[in-house]
């Protein structure tokens, strides 16, 4: 009976986590928009902000997006003067994105406004609850990254 019971609330997890994703796309899914970005702008901003000269193509990955569907966003965002695109000087055909000074303001008004969020998000955790949080999640993609990589070397 308890191989069951831990089997069903096993089976369940996946889809817990995949929800409590959802819910937090949502509650952080229009802070962008007072600052003129939707949600995948916002991602991409990010992204670019931690990554500087990130290449396009490796953003579209990290977004798991179609590389036809970022460079929509990155049009629009390079329309907008947040990111500029500079050629790779390795490979001629690839692009490297970079903040330009317009995005400082914006993306420090955007992480203000998520901090504030988390802090209704994560209120009553505890610091120590926190880093365990953290701690889990990153084992659990490290395990899915495993999964990725072997099913990767079978094909």
């Not at 937090?24 to 702008?41: I, P």
């Not at 931690?50 to 629009?76: F, N, S, Y």
């Given at each position: 009976m308890?191989i069951?019971c831990?089997?069903?609330?096993l089976?369940?997890?996946p889809?817990?986590l ?8 949502r509650a ?11 949600r ?12 500087p ?6 953003l ?7 590389p036809?569907t970022l ?18 000087p ?5 692009w490297?994105?970079?903040?330009t ?13 998520a901090t504030?969020?988390?802090?209704e ?9 926190i880093a365990?949080?953290?701690?889990d999640l ?6 899915v ?8 070397g079978?094909?």
């Amino acid at each position: 009976m308890l191989i069951i019971c831990s089997r069903m609330a096993l089976d369940l997890l996946p889809w817990e986590l995949a929800e409590t994703a959802h819910a937090l796309r949502r509650a952080y899914g229009s802070l962008g928009s007072t600052q003129g970005v939707t949600r995948a702008q916002w991602k991409a901003l990010a992204w670019v902000a931690r990554e500087p000269g990130l290449r396009q193509v490796t953003l579209a990955d990290k977004l798991d997006v179609e590389p036809i569907t970022l460079c929509r966003i990155v049009d629009r965002l390079e329309e907008i003067g947040l990111v500029e695109r500079q050629r790779d000087p390795g490979d001629r055909r690839a692009w490297r994105l970079h903040l330009t000074e317009r995005a400082e303001p914006v993306l420090a008004e955007l992480k203000l406004k998520a901090t504030e969020v988390a802090g209704e998000v994560f209120a009553g955790f505890d610091p120590e609850e926190i880093a365990r949080l953290r701690a889990d999640l990153a084992r659990i993609r490290e395990n899915v990254e495993a999964l990725d990589g072997a099913g990767k070397g079978s094909e």
